[in-house]
């Protein structure tokens, strides 16, 4: 008799796939049929799209409904499938015009009355909608903000489904409540987010910018400061290092040294994201629903310290159904910090060891294969034994050298492996605490310089696809860009003594790229090179 | 007789006359059996039509179509060859048909007739 097409995308990982919803209206005995690999939660929309149509005030058509879902093979899952069913039945019975839907796309799911409520993964959701051509997206009002980010689309934000269905109508107001409105993005992107890492307002440090223009800020007056480490400075100087490369850093040493608290103060010394950054981060963060509602764009490098009693699932990713990313994609371009590391499940761990080379965390699963980007800097912290007393001789810790061996041994030697900068914290002395007063830097300062360094190693690196130093492959390192002639020569000893690995030359290059781009040197020099190898090795003063 | 009786009753005698006007042969009406009943047993080219009435006062519980359930369906395909064996005839095609009406007031009913619906 009839037949309406909508679309809307499936989401697998943080890839939009984009989906033809065909609705059907044939002669037949009253009834809806959902064909399309729906999961529980998409079948369930035939009674809640029932009740929302019937409690807007439309009718129901009392015919054969037959809805397909294309691609068949794709598996769909989630709520948000339900707007566009609802106005591609409605188009098929006649009650829309057909016009009103082309290049468009629907996303929301609907409240028995009738209600447009918010879904997640809107973001990549109408972004991989502009990519197909659509230039408009309809969704809930609380989403719309959100899928303003993405340039070039018309966003209608709907608060029910009769507002909805007088937009596409063209009849405001007609069928009550609220109508729809076109959302125009204040244009976030532009206005707080530079188009690469040249622009200078970037030197202030991230926890100072957290409020955002137009929104209520949140006080700023007690935001940690780097320069509150005292008498930590090889400390401050590794974390300096891992901001500016995005090298990994584990830091081990006695309670009270100070380890949590240099963690947590490493997001106030890294630059803020830039603009293709933070649609990926803000994406990830979209899949998973821990977006803020009123300013739906992340700007600061996230930061993610997940408890150590934390599963394998809840650190790379996955879950029945809808695969949600883990803490490792939720750190995309910022820190994951695992404090305790030993602690942590052994596999947890392991788990982390194809993220930290690949870059991305892929999630197998029948019929589909889910990526999430996991381009993190790991931070791991560690007490040096179990009983956490071993702060000095005389402080009476009484773990044998084989206890201590078997705790560090936790974390396997291939992680370790792949973590480039290992600071060994000792515990300070009164002298060193007044001390270092005079010489400790403060969070702005040292953002300023990571800042510089970056900009740095992103200007050598131009026309690749790598950013920071930590990324760059060892071949091309070695080919392209290697340290000034001769200042190898304490790494290539170290390697004839069976110090460093083959793979530690090639991480020992990077920090020392990274170092030289610290101290605005054009070329490693030998002493940075001395440097880097003293971090990879972890110094014992 | 009850209203709703009353209102079945002269729901059949409507639809028997909206098919007969659409060029259906009428051969039984409410034929019964140890199963059930039969409402209009019809005859349309060489098709035997096993038809259900349904009808209703009102779209208050849905349109009267909907009350033709999956199990209903099944019965009237069970009570046609009874129907069939019991009249010792065959035919080519079996049919099942359903008329659904609703009452509009003043005598007239408005009347849907869905062919092959099981």
């Known amino acids: 008799m009839a037949l309406a097409r909508t679309y809307s995308v499936a989401l697998i990982g943080i890839t939009g796939h984009v989906v033809e919803v065909e609705a059907d209206i044939a002669n037949g005995l009253p009834a809806m049929i959902m064909v399309g690999l729906p999961d529980t939660a998409l079948r369930e929309a035939r009674d809640r799209i029932r009740a929302a149509i019937v409690n807007s005030g439309e009718k129901w058509p009392p015919h054969k409904i037959t809805v397909g879902l294309s691609p068949a093979s794709l598996p769909k899952r989630g709520s948000w499938f339900d707007l566009s069913i609802a106005v591609g039945i409605l188009a098929a019975a006649g009650q829309v015009p057909r016009a009103a839907l082309d290049g468009a796309m629907f996303f929301g799911e609907l409240g028995l009355d009738g209600r447009l409520r918010p879904v997640r993964g809107v973001l990549p959701a109408v972004a991989a909608a502009a990519e197909r051509g659509f230039r408009r997206v309809m969704v809930a009002e609380a989403n719309a903000a959100e899928a303003a980010l993405v340039p070039d689309v018309q966003v209608v934000a709907a608060s029910t489904l009769a507002a909805a269905l007088d937009w596409l109508c063209g009849t405001p107001g007609l069928r009550g409540g609220r109508p729809a409105a076109e959302c125009k993005g204040r244009d976030l992107l532009g206005e707080i987010l530079p188009d690469g890492p040249d622009t200078s307002d970037q030197a202030v440090p991230a926890s100072s910018r957290r409020g955002l223009p137009g929104t209520a800020a949140p006080v700023t007056a007690a935001a940690p400061d780097l320069a509150e480490l005292l008498g930590q400075s090889l400390a401050r100087r590794g974390a300096e290092v891992c901001a500016a490369g995005g090298h990994h850093l584990s830091l081990l040493g006695p309670p009270g040294a100070g380890k949590t608290m240099l963690a947590e103060r490493i997001p106030t010394i890294l630059p803020k994201l830039d603009r293709a950054a933070a649609l990926e981060v803000t994406s990830i963060h979209s899949v998973a629903g821990t977006l803020p509602e009123q300013v739906p764009l992340l700007t600061d490098p996230p930061f993610l310290a997940p408890h150590h009693t934390a599963t394998k699932a809840a650190i790379v990713g996955g879950g029945s159904g809808i695969i949600r990313p883990g803490s490792a994609s939720l750190a995309h371009r910022g820190v994951l910090f695992l404090d305790e590391a030993p602690e942590f499940a052994r596999d947890v761990l392991d788990a982390l060891r194809q993220p930290l080379e690949a870059g991305e965390v892929v999630v197998a699963r029948s019929g589909v294969t889910a990526r999430f980007p996991a381009r993190f800097t790991l931070i791991l912290a560690a007490n040096p034994c179990p009983c956490a007393r071993a702060a000095g001789p005389a402080e009476g810790c009484s773990c044998s050298p084989a206890m201590r061996r078997r705790y560090l041994g936790r974390i396997s030697g291939p992680l370790l492996d792949r973590v480039d900068v290992k600071i060994e914290l000792e515990p300070v002395g009164r002298t060193e605490l007044l001390n270092d007063r005079n010489f400790a830097e403060s969070s702005r300062a040292v953002a300023l310089r990571v800042l510089q360094a970056r900009e740095r190693a992103a200007h050598r690196l131009r026309g690749t696809p790598w950013r920071l130093n930590a990324e760059v492959p060892g071949s091309e390192l070695r080919r392209t860009w290697p340290p000034a002639p001769g200042s190898l020569r304490v790494v290539e000893r170290s390697l004839e003594r069976g110090q460093i690995s083959a793979r530690g030359v090639v991480k020992v290059i990077r920090v020392a790229w990274t170092v030289a781009d610290l101290a605005g040197r054009p070329r490693p020099t030998r002493d940075d090179c001395a440097m880097a190898l003293g971090l990879w090795l972890g110094v014992r003063r | ?118």
Request: hydrophobic fraction near 40%.
């Open chain 2, 1 to 118: 007789m009850r209203a709703k009786d009353v209102l079945g009753k002269s729901g059949e005698q409507a639809a028997a006359e909206y098919l007969e006007a659409s060029g259906l042969r009428i051969l039984d009406r409410n034929w019964r059996c140890a199963d059930g009943e039969i409402d209009i047993v019809a005859v349309e080219r060489h098709a035997l039509v096993v038809c259900e009435v349904k009808s209703r006062s009102g779209m208050r519980y849905g349109s009267p179509l909907e009350a033709v359930s999956r199990a209903k369906r099944a019965r009237l395909r069970r009570l046609a060859i009874l129907w069939l064996n019991a009249h010792g005839v065959r035919f080519d095609q079996v049919r099942i048909d359903v008329v659904g009406l609703v009452y509009e007031g003043t005598g007239g009913f408005t009347i849907e007739h869905i062919r092959g619906v099981g």
